[in-house]
Structure formats: C-alpha cells, structure tokens
C-alpha cells in the first residue's frame, strides 16, 4: 500500500496519512498539494511532505481525492522552516501553512468565490466548465465550492477554480471586502483611431490652430521615441511645460487615451536606469566592511543614522547579488512603505523586483509565488512585508531586513506568532545566505547580538551629504503650565518654531503617540507617574475599580487622592490625542493647512497613501500623526518635527517602553532636515533630565543601549530571558479566571523559573471574552528545547481538563 504523509490547513499540530494509488505514489513529490476529505464532509487542499508504505495504526487512511499540482510548488527548505516555525513559536504546523500560502491557492469545500467586479470578461476564452461557473455567478453573487460540485456535476473542481483566479476572473468573497488597490498612476498613450501612420499628419493638421494641444502631441512623439515607455500625464505636461487642462483636452477630443498601471506593478520595458549609483566615502567604507564581515558572519548589523543612505548600500549589495543570478528579499516593517521603496529600486533594477504582502489581491500573490518558484528573473528581487518571508524560494543569496526593531516584523494574531527578523535569520541559514540588519535605533536584542560577536556589526554616524543631525530643543512643559506659557498643549517655544517654519515656507510634522490614550495617572505640579514597586513600569489606571495596576506582576493600589512624590493633589487621568492636538492646530495657525495621520485617517483604501502624497506635494503643511510617521519616510522639505508629549511613551506599562521611546523619538526626530539645511526638533517633556530623553538629545544610542541592558538583566527580561506570553480568553469570567490560577500554579511549580501572573490586562475584555495573561520567563542559559517541551506537556493537560478545555490559550513566544 501507498501513502503519503500530509499537513491541512487547519490548527492541527498533526501530520494526517492518507493513501494514493501505486501510479500516484510514483507522479508525487513533496510539496505538491493534494485534495483530500477530512472530517465527514469537507474537502481541504493537503501539502505533501513525505511519501512512504507504513500504514498507520491508529486510523484507516482514506483515499487522496487528486492532486493539484504536476511539480512542487513548495520547496523542501520551506517545508523544514515551517517546521521550525511551528516548534519554535510552538503553534501547529497547519497554522504556519495556512498563514504561509496565498487562500487562493488553500481552496477548500467552504471557501467562497465571486466573480471579480468591474471586470470585462471575454467569454471565448473560457473552457466549458469555465463557462459553467461563470454563468452561474452571473445569476448570483457568490459561490460555495460545494455549490459548484453540484454544477459541475463532479468532484475534481479545484483546478478549474484555480484556472478562474489565475485568469483574474474569480476572486475569493474574503477579499471582495478589501481589495488593497496601491496608488494607480496616469498615463496616456495615442488613441487607437491613429495606430496607423497615415492618420497622424491629418491630426498635426487639425491641430494647427490649437497650438498648446499641438506641443503636447508633438511632445508626446518625442518622448515616446526616446523613451520606449509608457508616458505618465505628469511626465508629458512638465516636458512640454504645459498644464493637464491641455492633455485633458486632446483626451475629450479623443486624439490621446487615458489608462492607469498600479504605481508599483508598472512594468518597465527595456532596461533600467544605467545611472550607476555613486556612493558617498563613508556609504563605501560601510559597504566594504559588511562584506568583509560576511567572510565569517552570516548577520551583519548596520548601525547607521536616520538619512545616512543605508538604502544606497543595500542596492549596492543587491546589485553585487544580481549577476549571481541568486535571489534576494527584502523586508520591511509596512506595507505602506513599499511603494516608496519600490519606485528607488526599479529605477535601478527594472522589472526584476517583485512585490508581495498579504494586502494584495490573490490573484497577484499566486503570480509572484509561481514566479518565484520558477526562478523566474521578474522575481529575482521580492520586496515584501513579514509575509513574503514564506514565498518558494529555492537560491537566495541576501535578506535585507530594514528597520529590524520594528515590532509591526512580530506577528500578534492569529498563530503563527512568528517575528520575521528572527525567522529570516533561520530562513537565512538554511539557503546559506547573508542577513544584513538595518536601522538607525537597533533593537536591544540585536545590538546585544552584535556586541557579543553573534553579529557582525557596521555603523556610519553621518548623514548622506553631510548633513547635520537635527538640533534638538527640550521644552520643560512643568515650567511652561507654571509660566502660563502654553496655549492648550503647544508650548510658546513649539508655536515660535512652526511660526518660523512656515514664514519660510518648510513644512511641520507634529508627532502625538496613539499610546497616549492608554490610562495613567499624571501629576499635574511635577509630572510624576505612579510606578509599580516590582516592575519598572508605570502603573495603569482601571477606571472600573479605581485603581493603579501592573500589567506584569499584578501588584495594585487603590487610586491615589494626592502624588506621591510633591503631595499636590492635582492628578489628571492622562490621554490626549491626535485629533485634539489638530484642533488647537487649526485655532493658533488658522492659515495653515494641516493634516493628520493616524488609525482614524488611514482606515480607507487609499488613506495612508493620499497624506504621504499631499504632504509631499506640500498641499499639507503640517502633519499631524502617530507612530506610523517615525517609519522611514523620506520627506525633504520638513525642517522642524515637533514632538506633543515624551511622558506618555517613556511611561507606557512595558519593558520596552524606554527603548520604544528613544527608537520612535529619534526615528521622528531623523525626518526632520534630510536635506541640505539643519533641522530642529522641539521635545515638549516634563522630565527634560530623564535619561531617555537626554539620549535622544545627544543621540546616545550607546548610552540608551548601557543602562536598559542593565534594567533588563536585574528585572529578567530580553536578552537575557525569553519571554513567553500565554494568554486565556474565555467569555465565562469565572472559568477563565480559576483555568488561569490553575494553569498558573502547575506552570510555577514545574517550571525552574521564574512564571508571572495571572494577570488581567487593562483591556480586560475583547469581544465579550474575559482575558487572562501569564508570562514566563526562560533564562537564557535553560535549555530553551525542554523548556518549551515542559510548558506543551503542561498546555496539553490544560487541556485535557474537561471544563477548562473550551478555554483558549494563545502562546506567543519572544512576545514583542
Ligand atoms: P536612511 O535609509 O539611512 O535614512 P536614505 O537611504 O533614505 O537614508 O537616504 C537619505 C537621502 O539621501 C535620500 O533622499 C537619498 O536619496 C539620498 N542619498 C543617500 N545616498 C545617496 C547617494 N549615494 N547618492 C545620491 N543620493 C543619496
Ligand atoms: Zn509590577
Ligand atoms: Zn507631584
């Protein structure tokens, strides 16, 4: 008898056995999917990891119902590392394969399919059984592939639905709600009617005594002559110095045609930009050294400050890699940042970059996959968010990990609980390639890294050009309130400093964390936070209970009536946000035009996008935002960066609040006066003498990097202890809370470390279910393997606990 040894996609920690014919036996390889039944009705797509002839003993193997694919289209090095990632993060294997593969290509008998709107369907192109289906949904909206078994009269659908989806006609009803659209570009091209010659002195002449609409047609020759490419209306009107009232003209008039390419899939045709890119001394000496380190390392750390021109070097790298003819990813912290990023590389690299994140649309998402599976040159090069970590690469030589501290590289939910940094470094190992790490604030755990040899480490401390770092002006807002120097939250000194900015006509970022909206309390005479005794962390005001807790130990105290520190009994419950701060914006600057950036504004399609671009166009004069502006954004024009409020970071409840805090000061701080002139950063703090905040005034990433290492071996945290964070949701207040106590003692009593909680956090409950935390902390000399085996035997007879059993417990190691 034949099997072959399969993983669903679903939370199964379990491989499954299923049998195939002696022929099927020969025709399969690992990594090729497989429809098989599970359960008693459904249908899943299987991923092939082993053939073999032992029949299992605890259950009678069911048949395969097909096989999908006639070659792999997973690779045998993926297979392994999702079996790391699934030990590691200790989650199921099904769980890092469901996250892992584009949905379209995990088709299964409750998936749902529509046909994808606003979409010219040319039915000659259709098969029969094509045609069936699309027939089908022109009468109704949606399909369960159930339904389309009984259509199609047969069992054997995947194919069929997969050839739809790869045609672009289909899409999964999952995606229909959010197609993530990147910004679409305009071109315009001759319109169809002059295709031939012969129509084209005809049209010069009608135009004779249009003469603005005449340049741009004449323009447009040139360019199209010269250039080979499709020619954007920006391009056309700034060569022919006209205005696009004209193109929009000859577009009315039907002698030109409008059509849009997705700004970041545009294709280029010839070959990229020959422009060789010239570094400056220091980007050179930066290259050389992380090649050298790459002689005996397989990570290196590039330590360079915000603007030095850390992506000049990683083209350079890529560029060496390139004519290897290996590949090469590149990851970044947000998707929204691709699209900067793609339009640099192309221009060096033409159409060998790919793109892929989880927001694109299947249908492009299974193109690149085939893509890279095939080795194919379009794809030589992937950019990606966290997710592009699994695509099927077979020969990669380089990851790039660009700002490595980012914790957005963590994923949070659902499982896996993966953190793409350190995943890329095993993905890394197992293809033999180089991890270069890049950021100007390195995260505590690389820099340690880095220091103790595990890393290779680079830095460059000037900016590209020579620029000055920003000056930076603390602004003690305990002293302004005195001196009644404040309108609302803007410090005398903030509004000199935007009034000058503006009178010279450079732009403004406001940065105001969202954190502040998480509850602590303030004094308002000295600025002081309560603190835990236990933790060095704030402590978090419930306002249900009236009371200051720890969100790690769980020491509380009654809220207080007076600060602990001055005896002032003005305490205020803290919080102040984005939008406020827009709205006092606009009443001391009512001729400027302001813009926000945060959650709220960003939610649409296009949101984050259209701000990034206003801004840049300089429609917007100041920016308003959260964190999502201390991410690597490129702006020129921004001389001053203001920052509302230190305290409510540096005092946010987590032992990476110090170290977030100088990251996202300096990191905002850096986009301010990236070209030519100085530029100046205002920091509005209580606690102008607090050492983070004198870090980030003397740019002391060392200093930052000394005294929170010390804070984190004294309090047992990263480095030196891995954090495992086990989280229990229940909607039965009760159960949850006494299955915490109980998971807890038998954790604390085996573990030989040490094990916190149960904790209720701040937000204590999520959709209706009670929520429960408890954090283990495994010293870094333990054995991390056994460990990890101790706390699964111990979550297994969790449970095996019949009324703990419906309690879900989320296990999220190297929680971020
Ligand atoms: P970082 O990523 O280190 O913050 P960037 O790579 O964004 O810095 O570079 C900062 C600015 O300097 C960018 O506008 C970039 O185009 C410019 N720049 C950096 N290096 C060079 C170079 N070698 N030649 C031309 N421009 C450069
Ligand atoms: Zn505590
Ligand atoms: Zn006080």
Redesign the pocket.
Known sequence: MYFVEVILPLSLAKTFTYRVSEAEFHFVKKGMRVVVPFGKTKMYTALIIDKHQNEPSLYEAKEIDQILDENPIVTEIQIAHWQWIASYYMCAIGDVYRGAMPSALLLESETIISQKPSIAVDESVLSDEEFLIYQALQQQSSLRIQDITAILNKKTIFPVIQKLIDKNILVLQEEVQELYKPKLVRYVRLHSKYDSNSGLSELLETLKSAAKQREIVLTYFQLFAKEKQPISVKKLVETANSTSSIVKALIEKEILEEYFIQEDRINFEGNAQETA????EP?ERAFNEINNRFEDKEVCLLH?????????IYIKLIEEQLATGKQVLYLLPEIALTTQLVGRLRTYFGDKVGVYHSKYSNNERVELWRQVIEKSPKAQIVIGARSALFLPFSDLSLIIVDEEHEQTFKQVDPAPRYHARDAAIVLANAHQAKVLL?S?TPSIESYFNAQSDKYGLVEISE???KVQLPEIELVDLKDSYFRKKMTGHFSNSLIESITTALSLGEQVILFQNRRGYSPIIECLTCGNVPQCQQCDVSLTYHQHKNQLRCHYCGYSMAKPTHCHSCSSIDLATKGFGTEQIEQELQSIFPNATTGRMDQDTTRGKFGFEKIIDSFKNQEIQILVGTQMLAK?L?F?NVSLVGIMNADTMLYHPDFRAFERSFQMMTQVA?RAG??EKQGKVVIQTYNPNHNTIQQVTNNDYIGMYKEQLYDRQIYKYPPYFRIIKLTLKHRDFDKVKEGAMWLYQVMSQNLNMPVLGPEEPPISRIRNEYIRTILIKIPQTAPIGSSKKTIQKMLTSFESVPQYRPIKVAVNVDYY
């Open positions: 890119l010239q570094l400056s980007q360079g400050v915000t603007s030095s021109g850390k992506t000049e890049g100007a900016r590209y050009g690597g490129d020129n850096g990236r070209s």
